[in-house]
């Protein structure tokens, strides 16, 4: 079946700091990748995503490219800033098993001023 | 407006107890979910409904029965809470089951079982 494999937390960084969260993934065909966050207190929502390889998703700074040869959808940041502080999850949805998302275990991102 | 909103936001009752938890979605979706995040923050899928048709059914404890009486809600009723129940379940939705959908999410509801 799916998996999703994310970089254990919780991760703890200066603002400015550089950010990568790995992610890597087991899937059959070819899966859309996502990234979600949580903010503290609120649901999910979409940050990012890339539907095939070698796409580059990218929002509000964050980037993450579809890399199907090391099955790999790192998370990546340049400069982080407080307000990035939330949990990340990585997730895949296939194009069968019923629209069923397979997530990741979350990794939680403090960023200290 | 909010586009998924579930309600209560919190939760507090006996082991034992009966209790609903609703979820309304005003984007038209076709597609609804329920996820269960422990306190780890772990992310685990429940049920997924499809045009009021069950289509994901996880392996859950059959005291928690979904019903989604239109496209647009999806309820879960909760038998006999137990301890173990505590978390935070969420609520999505997304158009159809299309593998490159994001899920759009509410913003949960936090069941404490005493």
């Known amino acids: 079946g799916n998996s999703v494999t994310q970089m254990e937390g919780p991760v703890t960084l200066s603002e400015e700091a550089f950010l990568t969260i790995n992610c890597t993934y087991t899937?059959?065909?070819?899966?859309?990748l996502f990234w979600y966050v949580q903010y503290p207190g609120e649901g999910l929502q979409l940050l990012l995503k890339?539907?095939?390889?070698?796409d580059k998703g990218s929002n509000k700074g964050f980037e993450a490219t579809y890399r199907k040869e090391t099955t790999s959808f790192h998370l990546e940041k340049g400069s982080v800033q407080v307000s990035d502080s939330a949990v990340y999850f990585c997730?895949?949805?296939?194009?069968?098993?019923?629209?069923?998302?397979?997530f990741g275990d979350g990794t939680t991102l403090t960023v200290k001023p | 407006d909010t586009a998924v909103s579930q309600t209560p936001k919190y939760l507090v009752t006996q082991m034992g107890n009966d209790k609903s938890i609703k979820c309304e979605q005003n984007?038209?979706?076709?597609?609804m979910y329920w996820y269960k995040q422990d306190s780890k923050k772990f992310l685990k899928i429940m049920f997924s409904?499809?045009?009021?048709?069950?289509?994901i059914n996880e392996t859950v404890p059959n005291r928690f029965s979904p019903k989604s009486p239109d496209k647009a809600h999806l309820n879960l009723h909760i038998n006999s809470l137990e301890l173990g129940d505590s978390a935070v379940y969420f609520c999505?939705?997304?158009?159809?089951?299309?593998?490159?959908?994001?899920?759009?999410f509410g913003s949960g509801t936090q069941l404490s079982v005493l």
């Open positions: 999505a939705s997304s158009p159809s089951t299309g593998g490159n959908e994001k899920l759009f």
């Open positions: 997730a895949l949805r296939g194009l069968t098993n019923a629209g069923k998302s397979t």
């Open positions: 409904y499809n045009n009021k048709e069950l289509i």
């Open positions: 890339a539907t095939k390889a070698d």
């Open positions: 984007l038209g979706h076709d597609t």
């Open positions: 899937a059959t065909g070819y899966p859309s």
